[in-house]
């Protein structure tokens, strides 16, 4: 399976911040639509990602207070990505090792999508729940030992 065939699954709904506008209008944003990441495009180019781990390490840092930081100040601006065709076992991998929740998806420069931890174990658990599915179909359409001493016709 392929990252692709996650976003095929998603959809096209893309939610993004500028890093010149307030950390509170961006926390408001993820609020509204009730997401965890925000990718961070400028000028058509993904600069950064915003996830709520940044969001809760200002609110400790500033006494529970968001100030007036830009979504620049606190955003990771080097985010861990992958492309359409990885694949999903990969992606597992990837988010693991770096603690990742959400990767951007990109196509060259173009930003695809952003796909999340959730979005990866949901896409895994599908795919085995389906073979599960097809090995229980196949096992009940066992042949028995009837059928295989039975003269052929």
Not at 34 to 39: M, N, Q, Y
Not at 117 to 129: G, S
Not at 139 to 153: L, V
Request: aromatic share 8%; net charge negative; glycine share 6%.
């Amino acid at each position: 399976m392929k990252v692709s065939d996650i976003l095929r699954v998603k959809g096209g709904t893309l939610y993004t911040a500028s890093p010149d506008e307030t950390l509170f209008k961006a926390v408001e944003t993820m609020n509204l639509f009730d997401i965890g990441s925000l990718a961070v495009m400028e000028h058509g180019d993904l600069v950064g990602m915003l996830t709520f781990r940044e969001v809760i390490q200002i609110l400790a840092k500033n006494a529970g207070a968001l100030g007036q930081f830009t979504v620049r100040k606190v955003m990771d601006d080097h985010p861990m990505s992958c492309t359409p065709e990885t694949d999903l076992d990969k992606v597992r991998h990837m988010m693991l090792e770096r603690h990742c929740r959400y990767m951007p998806v990109m196509d060259n420069r173009m930003l695809m999508g952003v796909i999340s931890f959730y979005d990866v174990a949901k896409a895994v658990v599908d795919a085995q729940n389906f073979e599960n599915k097809m090995l229980k179909a196949y096992i009940r359409d066992w042949p028995t030992e009837e059928d295989q001493s039975s003269p052929a016709a």
